[in-house]
Structure formats: structure tokens, C-alpha cells
């Protein structure tokens, strides 16, 4: 068991014990000056009756089905419990504060059963009271907690993300390419670190601003495609078609550089003869359709790969939060002979 | 000190980068071929025969890995097996199993100094082997050991499979309209064949569209022993194995006739109890 719970650690018996003493010596004081009397007789039949309530009740609950994440029973089982740990638990409180005091409080129902009531009233508000404070005091840690794990995974998936927008792989080849250029072909060398630099920028600032302009993103991917073209040589020919009337169309940022990304690495990387790429923009009806198309490896060979699925999900979620149900993202074969993949986003006009 | 060496490099320039490091660091090494894929490769080193293989991990078609296991298995007899470096840009679990497999490995972009110690190490490999009495067969043995670990990290080959690849029961495979389902269990072999696998019974064979090493994870490794890139055997229909006067290790098999070749890279698995 890993100690996720508050309530699991070895402390928790000695320190929920100690609170309720603490609580019932409360309890014995207010009692002693409302109603006055031997104050050391409340405090033994407080400490008692609460005492014996709270190891009913929490060692009693052990013997339920208990809530994993709470550590509690839940639904009527903690009904049954509770109400038969305030039973219980004032049973044997009550005795055992009657053998101190050498006098019997169960003599007193059948004097008073007023009084008697009003005893055993005061008793359940009391165990109420505590009850209700240590059941939301561990909801709150619970939240807390919960709170914590979120965060943790809302990072990780951050972390992932960055990770795949990054692709370390693509990153170091780069470097590697750019480290040999400088040495041969210091202009090249500048251009090339010219278009890292943009799109490096782009890929770390693209989830600032919900949209940008058509252009912009076409920009952002021929920085890609340059950077690729230098070390894909002739094994890389790429197309981006971009209508002047679609050139100001707001779009999410970097939707299309998950698309581009997986046509080179699952379409024309593992393909030996390499391929080209193609991205278009066109309007159809009241829709704008993306497209990405590869004349690679083809979709058989690549669906396999889990980074593939990883950057799709990501483009379906984007899509999905923006537009709705009025976005699709589709991967199919391509149609013609040349084969490959056809990616196409479309999104309302 | 003299030797050849083969670059295998999908990015020209890289390449091209590699070897004039090489020439400066070593000028006594040979680059008898420089390629751009993994068959090519497997094909340049089988038939020039380097002793040092530069081999990248991810080029188009077969990887790098891919290529060394090959060429330990297709590598001539009688013949050095050649030194592996392999180079990676980024490959976290390929240098994890590297630093386990302690077979050298280079991360782009290379830095000279740790190329001059690759070098150093070859160079002094290559001495012992010179100067050494020992017998030709035992060189493969480290190489082997050193492949087969790399071989069995699960990210470098591709597969990227999750640990717990459900084990398949039943195969199904398409025979003109119909789908005949072939129990595991009923398999006597299978066999690579291009993109598909032949999955051979005592009665007859089919044809199934996966890959290989797509297929892998899915068998029960106890029970389906791979003894060669391309052959996986069900390990209770193995009747005998048998080596030949040249050390090549054959089975024969119950339920089918054929004798089935083991590659020197899983000759291991077979020695008497």
C-alpha cells in the first residue's frame, strides 16, 4: 500500500484520539460551568463517553467495506456504523464513567427519563459535532490531493506535449546538420539557423494565442519543411499551395505542423526513395479544407507507431475545443496512383 | 594502422561530415562504401567485408539495427566479424540499452573527441584481433551477445509495442473470400516473406499480411523461439538440431519435412542439457 492517504498513516489513531480527548475536555468545561457540579465527574464521563464513541467509530469502521479513496464506508453501511458507534460507544463510556463516580446513569431513566434524554441528546450533538468535523476535514485533504494529482498529470501531458512538438530526434539531427554547414557553408549555415530559430519560436510561443493567419501558418511550416530539405536532400520535394483569399484566415496556431510532422517521419523518412509533400488550402462550399498529402510509406506501415496517434489526438482535441462538432480531421490513403497519406482538416469558412 | 570501414547514413551531409572527421582522426582508415539506407547496407557489407560498420539507427526501410542483425547473420564464415558503432541523433532507451550492451555508439551531432575515442577503442580492437592466436568463430561471440541484448530492448526495434501485448490465440488469415482461423497452437513455423508472414502447419500453409516483427510480441516467447530474422519456430515441434562439420546449426522438425536453418545469432538457445 502506498501511503496516498492521509488517513492511512501510523499517526492517525494517536492524533484523531488526542483531538477528541481535546474535544471532550471542551465539552466537560462548558458542561461544569452551565450546569456546575463536580467538574472532574464531567470531565471523566466526557473523555469517557467520547473517547469510547471515537474508537467505536474508528476502529469499528475496519470492519465495513471500506471506500478506497476516502479510507470510509460510504451509503447506508455509514449510517449503520456511526449510528451503532454512538450506541455503543455511550453503552460503554456511560459505564464506565458510572464506575468512577460509584452511581449508576441508567438508575436515572427510570427516576427521569427526562433527564435521562436530555443526557443522551446532548451526547449524539456532541458526537455529531465531531463526526461532521473530522469527515470534512478529511474531504478536504482528499481534495487537496486530488487536487495534486491533476496537477501532476496536467504537466505530464505538457511535458509530452512539448516533448512531441520538439521531437528531440528532429532537433539533434538538425544540430548535427548545421554544425557540418557552418564549417563548409557559413550563408547556408545562417539560413538554416534562421529557420530553427522560427521555428523554435513558433513551436514554443504557438499555444499563446488561440489564432493567426493562414500565412502564418504556412510560414511556420515551410521553416519546418526548409530545415528538412537540408537534411533530406533530393530525397524531399515539397508544395505549399496557399490561395491570396484564404491568406488572412484565422486558424488555431501549429494545427497542421503535427500533420507535416507525421508525412515526414511515418510517411517519407522510412521511405527509401523519399517522396514529396504537399499542403494545400482550398475553399469548398461554406468549408475550408486543409490538406496534407505525402507520397510516402503509406498509412499500413506507419499506423503502427504510437507518436503518430499521440500528434492526431492532439490535432482532434484542438479542432474538437474550438469548433465543435463542425471540424474533422481525417487520415486515409492517398487516392491516386503515386499512394502515400492524405490528411485533411476541415473547419467552417 | 590500416582498415576499411563502411558509413551508413541516410542524411548526406552528416555523412559526408563523418567520413572527413575520419580521414582527419584516422588516416589510415578505408571508407569503401558510404550508403543512404539499411539494405544498402546490409548489401555494401556482405560484399566488401569492413572491419568497422558506422551504422545510424534510423534510415528509411531497414534501420540500423535491423541491418546489423542481418549482416551478423548473413557475415560469411571464416571471415572477422566486423567492429559496430552505431550513431543516433536522439534515442534515450537506444543509449540506455547501449550502455547495457557496451557496444559503442556515437550521438549526433558527434563530437570529435568522443569520435577519436571511438576510433582509439577500434584501433586497439583491431590490434588484439592481429596479434591474438584465438580461433575466428569466438569473435562473433561478444558482437552476438551485444546484438542480441539491443535486439531484445523493445524501442529500438520498432515494434514499440505496450509490455502487455495481448498473446494471440487464433491466427486469421485470408484465403480468397473466406477467413481461415488457424489456432496458435496448430503453427509449426513462421516464416518472413517480404511484407507478409507464411504461417506453416502440419497439413498446410497460409499467407498473413503483418510484419514480422509486428507479429513478435504477440507469441508466447516460451513457447515460439526466433532462430533467425526471419524464422520463428514453435519450440515442442523442434525434433532435433543438428550441426554441420562448418558449425552451421540446422533443425528438422515433427509434422513437416523441411529442415529450417538457424542464424549464428540464436545458436545459443540450442545446447545439450
Redesign the interface.
Known amino acids: 500500500m502506498t501511503p496516498t492517504h492521509a488517513d492511512t498513516d501510523r499517526f492517525h489513531y494517536p492524533r484523531h484520539g488526542a483531538i477528541v480527548a481535546g474535544f471532550s475536555a471542551v465539552v466537560a468545561i462548558g458542561l461544569s460551568i452551565a450546569k456546575g457540579g463536580d467538574w472532574m465527574l464531567q470531565f471523566v464521563y466526557a473523555e469517557a463517553i467520547g473517547l469510547s464513541i471515537w474508537a467505536c467509530t474508528d476502529f469499528g469502521r475496519l470492519l465495513f467495506k471500506l471506500d478506497p479513496e476516502s479510507n470510509w464506508p460510504v451509503g447506508w453501511r455509514m449510517v449503520v456504523m456511526q449510528v451503532s458507534a454512538v450506541i455503543i460507544g455511550y453503552v460503554i463510556g456511560t459505564w464506565i464513567g458510572d464506575q468512577y463516580c460509584g452511581c449508576s446513569t441508567f438508575e436515572l431513566w427510570r427516576h427521569s427519563a427526562r433527564a435521562f434524554a436530555s443526557y443522551l441528546v446532548l451526547s449524539i450533538a456532541i458526537t455529531a459535532s465531531i463526526s461532521f468535523f473530522f469527515l470534512s476535514r478529511g474531504r478536504d485533504q482528499r481534495r487537496l490531493r486530488q487536487l495534486a494529482i491533476a496537477q501532476r498529470d496536467a504537466s505530464e501531458a505538457q511535458l509530452k506535449l512539448l516533448e512531441s512538438q520538439l521531437e528531440?530526434?528532429?532537433?539533434?539531427?538538425t544540430?548535427?546538420?548545421?554544425?557540418?554547414?557552418i564549417?563548409i557553408d557559413p550563408v547556408r549555415a545562417q539560413a538554416m539557423l534562421d529557420h530553427l530559430i522560427a521555428f523554435l519560436r513558433a513551436t514554443l510561443s504557438g499555444s499563446q494565442q488561440p489564432f493567426h493567419a493562414l500565412s502564418a501558418e504556412f510560414a511556420r511550416l515551410s521553416d519546418y519543411l526548409q530545415l528538412m530539405q537540408?537534411?533530406?536532400?533530393d530525397?524531399l520535394q515539397t508544395r505549399l499551395v496557399l490561395p491570396a483569399d484564404l491568406a488572412g484566415l484565422q486558424v488555431p496556431p501549429l494545427v497542421l505542423q503535427p500533420l507535416v510532422e507525421n508525412a515526414i517521419k511515418h510517411g517519407l523518412?522510412?521511405?527509401?526513395g523519399?517522396g514529396r509533400i504537399e499542403v494545400s488550402a482550398m475553399r469548398a462550399a461554406d468549408r475550408i479544407v486543409l490538406r496534407v498529402r505525402d507520397t510516402g510509406a503509406g498509412l499500413a506501415a506507419g499506423a503502427?507507431?504510437?507518436g503518430t496517434r499521440f500528434g492526431l489526438e492532439q490535432v482532434r482535441k484542438r479542432l474538437a475545443t474550438i469548433y465543435g462538432a463542425a471540424a474533422t480531421l481525417e487520415l486515409t490513403p492517398a487516392a491516386d496512383a503515386e499512394g502515400g497519406t492524405d490528411a485533411t482538416v476541415t473547419i467552417p469558412a | 594502422m590500416n582498415a576499411t570501414a563502411l558509413i551508413a547514413e541516410d542524411e548526406a551531409l552528416l555523412a559526408a561530415e563523418l567520413k572527413a572527421q575520419l580521414a582527419k582522426l584516422w588516416p589510415g582508415l578505408h571508407v569503401v562504401a558510404t550508403v543512404g539506407h539499411g539494405a544498402a547496407a546490409l548489401e555494401s557489407a556482405l560484399r566488401l567485408r569492413p572491419q568497422i560498420l558506422f551504422l545510424d539507427i534510423r534510415m528509411p526501410g531497414m534501420s540500423g539495427l535491423e541491418a546489423a542483425q542481418a549482416i551478423a547473420e548473413d557475415w560469411p564464415d571464416g571471415i572477422r566479424a566486423p567492429l559496430i558503432v552505431f550513431v543516433t541523433a536522439y534515442d534515450q532507451y537506444a543509449v540506455e540499452a547501449f550502455g547495457h550492451a557496451a557496444v559503442d555508439y556515437l550521438l549526433k551531432p558527434i563530437d570529435p573527441a568522443r569520435l577519436a575515442q571511438t576510433c582509439a577503442r577500434a584501433q586497439a580492437a583491431l590490434a588484439a584481433r592481429a596479434d591474438g592466436a584465438s580461433a575466428i568463430a569466438p569473435q562473433w561471440d561478444a558482437a552476438l551477445g551485444q546484438l542480441r541484448s539491443l535486439l531484445a530492448a523493445p524501442a529500438l526495434t520498432g515494434t514499440r509495442q505496450t509490455p502487455a501485448a495481448p498473446r494471440l490465440q487464433v491466427i486469421q488469415a485470408g484465403v480468397g473470400h473466406a477467413i481461415h482461423l488457424v489456432p496458435v497452437d496448430s503453427v509449426i513455423y513462421f516464416e518472413a516473406a517480404d511484407k507478409y508472414v507464411r504461417v506453416v502447419t502440419a497439413e498446410r500453409e497460409h499467407l498473413i499480411r503483418i510484419a514480422l516483427r509486428e507479429l513478435l510480441p504477440q507469441l508466447d516467447e516460451q513457447r515460439f523461439w526466433q532462430i533467425h530474422r526471419g524464422t520463428v519456430v514453435r519450440a515442442d515441434a523442434i525434433a532435433t538440431a543438428q550441426r554441420d562439420e562448418a558449425g552451421k546449426l540446422t533443425l528438422s522438425l515433427r509434422g513437416r519435412p523441411e529442415r529450417l536453418t538457424v542464424s549464428r545469432l540464436y545458436a545459443h538457445l540450442f545446447r545439450a542439457m
Open positions: 528531440p530526434h528532429m532537433l539533434f539531427n544540430l548535427a546538420n548545421l554544425r557540418v554547414l564549417g537540408v537534411r533530406m536532400g530525397r523518412e522510412p521511405h527509401v523519399g503502427s507507431a504510437v
